[in-house]
């Protein structure tokens, strides 16, 4: 029988088998292996150790990065006073002139690495979110974290009349309290995604009213400077803006990289994740944290730019290939496109500027549609 | 233990995995389920038989479903034990049970787009380690199940473009190339015509012939179940009606029980095992008359094996 | 982007976080869903009558109390005697008009929820998903910045004109292509043309504060100010879409079920759906012209109504109907009476306390499971 003898064969003869089957996994005598996803495969056998290597996302994660990193120097010399590359440089290690030291280092360079921190922050939660619900138009808004950091932002603006940095501070403690108590309040003996997303519809609508009051109650000035922060901006954002969010990234992200090597298993459904050794509950609740804690980060340096959530891990999706939104490469298409809309919305009406937030919706809503006319073509719509 | 087996796996990989089979027994005692406040499954208690097939069967909702994924540490019981080799189920390392006992649950999902070998290659997670992550051992159990399951020219197809019957498969190579000795199998044939029934049933006979796993499956089909089991479960309401040879389980009286259904039982022309005729409507006769005589002329008492 | 988060998460995708499987539960006992409170043709009913009775108490309030307080003798004599009063004045010509106001967006913004929903078939879905607000909103600011309107009656047409483009161009956008307007096709050309819109609209009102100043007021919602009218501009339109409306609720029933079986039942699907959508269209562009977007009711109340009376639009409708208004009209007496001389609006009450309450529900469990 030939089912009988096969098997010894391939035991006894695997090229041979294998080349009797008609095709291969790798071809024949080839010294680099890849494994089934495309990645590729370093063995050490003395060591017992293999590692993989996934080219392409690699590829196109630092490609994407690249960009973002020249966007992000174009934009330290472009402005209301443009300096020269040269003087760029010379002001980052210290010595430029006063002036240009001024306008790199205390305006431009806080605000450009604000916008690449802000924008992989929100790739990476918009990633999380997107393969945990296993739909691509999940986000970070769902356990109401812009909810809460508006309201405490308006707030912080309109009755306390706040600094900028209070302001982000502020928006931080309301979407830190409202995402605890989101997720206390769907607590039911556990908690399950559709009962997290209605009360968070809930909360959302609650805190919404709020801030819809406080709009309705505060002095025009104060209501349009609330109104500037609700659209989402980079105006303005300095160092202190920075350095909690370049903290956060920095602690949460390798973490979530850790966890996010069981997602490739939790991609298949929680029965199957389990039955492969996969800690199903612990991965899924530290993952939705760290989404949700980079989320409310983001959201309180540069108010609600939420478009890049959304769009980011489905851009990194598509450049990569693959099954799944990947989370550095999120977080790099995250940056790449925050930077780039942050700086045509100060360019593209010179001398004034546009809140990010509007460039990136702008840029968002096609791609919506783009989505919508490929999952069409697709049939998968419907 | 008799002579090492041998197997697709290579053979040090092999009679690795055979001296955790023969110990690897499955067993449940005075095991209740329950969803929310809704109790499925009531103290019960089953062994399941090593290096055999065993059917679950019973009717809709009875809980055949929940007592798998009872056994497969999918469910936690409210009371009872489940053991695995002799040890709670539930003390074990997710990893370690995940290298013993490998699942197929109903309705798995594939990522859109992923292709055969990609899907089938995630089988291999218990098995790798951060410093570990593509073995040779790897991909050797990853071609030898694709072989198994006759898959190897659609190995770089995606999933989405085949049949149902094919999709089937891959998820079954998938729980191959997990290595485990346990395979537990819910509802693996619900959507598959009768030739991809019969497909995936013979492969999974032959994985127990050659390679001596221990394999459980819910299935809905009572004479396909009959056919493949050596063992048969019949389930009723969250309790076990009746279980062991299925010849012996499957009586007129049983199938009443567990089913509800009036029938007859004779013995399959073909394999002998035990055939459920319903009796149709039409012809049901109140319970002391004799019964008609049947057209198929083995009679009610033929169960030859 | 509520919008789309609502949008997005139907119900059969459900990630459990911890706990019991819900899949696994609803699998294993097929059709069997959470029973909802009222089960019988006759119950629900009497529950109907009941609503209908807490409505009448909400419309009696309405009338009665208010932000400038009045014995209820006196607003009785009002009502009933012509006595050229400043009493009669402030019951006639002011709150009568918006009790009227309340009821017919109530009742639009419930009907419309519920018909949103039936034609999606996705609990989570708003009106708003069809674009009214976005383009009512970006029409009133156009009208304030552009045309220098600034009384009440003269952003009605805008917005309904708004409204009525935006539902046009989501539309057309879903049906391109094959299928022509899937549920989800809408949602995301919805959320789409909301996010462009919604862009267009900030952009304007960062540009020209004095704009923001009059529009901030006009975007909470409200039923203030709102004279009879106002009423009289909007109420033929919520006439032809609650018709419309009650006389899709079979067609409702049959698409919940699928397409392909509603199909081969004989119900012409994309009819049915275009029915439902001017209704949707006529309803919350109405309501939103007059009073401004008022969020959270046309989302929450149906949710309510499937839950004590099971997945019957007919039902549905009609509870809806009846349970949309009373929470409005709570709400802007509760709004009339806590900030007294003052109000807070009504817009913000409404989400403010129905919101808690909500929340109370989906804790209950009758709302979380589908």
Redesign the interface.
């Known amino acids: 029988m030939t089912a009988e003898a096969a098997p010894t064969a391939v035991v006894a003869d695997p090229g041979g088998a294998r080349a009797a089957a008609g095709r291969s996994l790798e071809p024949a005598g080839a010294r680099r292996r890849r494994a089934p996803d495309g990645a590729l495969v370093l063995r050490s056998p003395r060591l017992g150790a293999s590692v993989r290597v996934p080219v392409r996302p690699l590829v196109v994660t630092v490609a994407v990065a690249a960009t973002a990193l020249l966007v992000f120097a174009w934009s330290l010399s472009v402005g209301d006073f443009p300096v020269a590359f040269g003087d760029v440089l010379a002001s980052l290690v210290g010595r430029g002139s006063a002036d240009s030291d001024f306008i790199v280092r205390t305006l431009r360079l806080p605000r450009g690495l604000a916008a690449l921190t802000v924008g992989a922050a929100l790739g990476i939660s918009g990633a999380i979110f997107q393969r945990i619900a296993r739909n691509p138009l999940a986000s970070p808004d769902i356990v109401g974290v812009t909810a809460g950091a508006t309201a405490c932002a308006v707030l912080t603006i309109v009755v306390l009349d706040g600094t900028p940095s209070q302001v982000t501070w502020g928006a931080l403690a309301g979407s830190t309290v409202t995402s605890v108590a989101i997720y206390l309040l769907s607590y039911r003996r556990g908690v399950t995604g559709y009962r997290l997303v209605l009360v968070g519809i809930g909360a959302t609508a609650m805190l919404t009213s709020v801030t819809s009051f406080l709009m309705t109650r505060a002095e025009v000035y104060d209501a349009q400077r609330a109104m500037v922060w609700l659209t989402g901006s980079l105006n303005g954002r300095g160092w202190e803006q920075v350095r909690p969010l370049g903290w956060g990234l920095g602690v949460l992200v390798p973490i979530a990289l850790v966890l996010g090597r069981d997602l490739r298993l939790l991609d298949l459904g929680d029965d199957a994740a389990r039955g492969l050794g996969a800690r199903v509950e612990g991965v899924r609740s530290g993952l939705l944290l760290i989404g949700v804690a980079l989320a409310a980060l983001a959201v309180s340096c540069a108010g609600p730019i939420v478009f890049v959530a959304l769009v980011s891990p489905q851009i990194a999706r598509r450049l990569v290939g693959g099954t799944g939104a990947a989370l550095l490469s999120s977080a790099a298409a995250g940056a790449a496109l925050l930077v780039a809309s942050d700086l045509v919305a100060r360019r593209l009406f010179a001398p004034t500027e546009l809140p990010a937030g509007i460039v990136t919706a702008l840029l968002g809503a096609p791609f919506l549609l783009w989505l919508l006319a490929r999952a069409d073509r697709v049939g998968s719509a419907g | 233990m008799s002579a090492r087996p041998s197997g697709p796996l290579g053979d040090a990989t092999t009679a690795a995995l055979a001296d955790d089979r023969g110990a690897a027994a499955l067993a449940a005692r005075g095991l209740s389920l329950a969803y929310d406040d809704r109790l499925v499954v009531d103290d019960l208690s089953i062994a399941v038989p090593p290096e055999a097939v065993t059917v679950i069967v019973g009717a809709n909702a009875c809980g055949k479903s929940t007592l798998l994924r009872g056994l497969a540490r999918l469910l936690a019981p409210r009371t009872g034990t489940v053991l695995l080799d002799g040890h709670d189920i539930h003390r074990l390392p997710t990893r370690e049970v995940a290298t013993r006992l490998g699942l197929l649950p109903q309705q798995p999902i594939a990522p859109e787009g992923i292709t055969v070998a990609d899907l089938v290659a995630r089988g291999r997670h218990p098995h790798q380690r951060w410093y570990r992550q593509w073995s040779a051992t790897d991909e050797e159990a990853v071609e030898a199940a694709l072989d198994a399951t006759h898959l190897t020219e659609l190995a770089d197809r995606t999933v989405d473009e085949l049949s149902g019957g094919q999709r089937q498969r891959v998820w079954i190579a998938l729980t191959l190339a997990q290595g485990t000795g346990l395979m537990l199998l819910d509802e693996p044939t619900t959507f598959l015509d009768l030739a991809h029934q019969v497909e995936v049933l013979d492969l999974l006979a032959e994985l127990n012939r050659r390679e001596r796993r221990t394999i459980v499956l819910v299935l809905h089909d009572l004479a396909l179940a009959c056919r493949y089991a050596h063992h048969l479960v019949a389930m009723k309401d969250g309790a076990i009606v009746a279980e062991g040879d299925p010849a012996a389980v499957i009586t007129p009286e049983t199938v009443e029980a567990v089913f509800g259904l009036a029938c007859r039982v004779i013995s399959d022309p073909l394999t002998g095992t035990p055939l459920v005729l319903p009796i149709p409507a039409a012809r049901r006769a109140p319970r002391d008359a004799p019964p008609a005589p049947s057209p198929v002329g083995n009679g009610a008492g033929g169960r030859a094996r | ?2 919008v ?8 059969a ?13 609803d ?4 059709g069997c869903g959470p029973r909802s409170l009222l089960r019988s043709g006759p119950t629900r009913a009497l529950g109907v009558l009941v609503a209908l009775a807490a409505l009448l108490v909400a419309v009696a309030c309405s009338i009665a109390l208010g932000s400038k307080s009045m014995p209820f003798g006196e607003v009785w004599r009002a009502l009933v005697a012509d006595d050229g009063s400043n009493a009669h004045l402030v019951v006639r010509s002011l709150r009568v008009p918006r009790t009227l106001l309340g009821l017919g967006v109530g009742a639009a913004l419930g009907l419309a929820g519920a018909l949103m929903q039936g034609v999606t078939r996705n609990p ?1 879905a708003d009106p708003g998903l069809l674009g009214v607000d976005a383009g009512a909103a970006l029409a009133v600011v156009v009208a304030i910045h552009s045309f220098g309107v600034t009384s009440l009656t003269g952003y009605v047409w805008f917005a309904f004109a708004g409204a009525g483009l935006a539902s046009v161009v989501v539309y057309l ?2 049906s ?4 022509g307007a ?4 809408l ?3 919805g ?3 909301t ?2 819109l ?2 267009l609209t ?2 304007v ?3 020209d ?1 004095q704009t ?2 009059v529009f ?2 006009w ?2 919602g409200s039923l203030a100010g709102r004279d009879a009218d106002v009423v009289a501009q909007v109420w033929p339109f919520l006439a032809a879409g609650t018709l419309l409306a009650l006389a899709s609720a079979r067609a409702l029933n049959t698409l919940s079920l699928g ?1 392909d079986v509603a199909r081969s039942l004989g119900q012409r699907v994309h009819l049915a759906r275009g029915v439902s959508a001017v209704s949707i269209v006529l309803l919350c562009g109405a309501a939103t012209a007059a009073a401004g977007p008022i ?2 009711v046309g ?2 109340v149906p949710h309510v109504a499937r839950a004590i009376c099971g997945p019957d639009h007919r039902w549905i409708l009609a509870w809806s109907i009846v349970l949309a208004p009373t929470l409005l009209l709570s709400a802007d007496v509760v709004g009339r009476v806590v900030a007294r001389p003052g109000e ?2 009504v ?6 306390l ?3 309450f ?2 109370a529900l ?2 209950r ?1 009758t ?4």
């Open positions: 982007m509520t789309l988060a609502e949008a997005a998460v139907a119900p995708d459900d990630a459990s976080v911890d706990g019991a499987d819900q899949r696994g539960a699998r294993r006992s097929p989570l956008l879903g391109l292509g094959r299928g899937s549920p989800v096709k949602a995301l050309s959320a789409a043309l996010a462009l919604t862009a900030s952009t009102l960062l540009l504060v923001l100043d901030r007021f975007a909470v397409d969020g959270f989302l929450t807070v609006q817009g913000i009450v409404t989400a403010f129905g919101a808690p909500f929340i989906v804790r469990r709302l979380a499971d589908l």
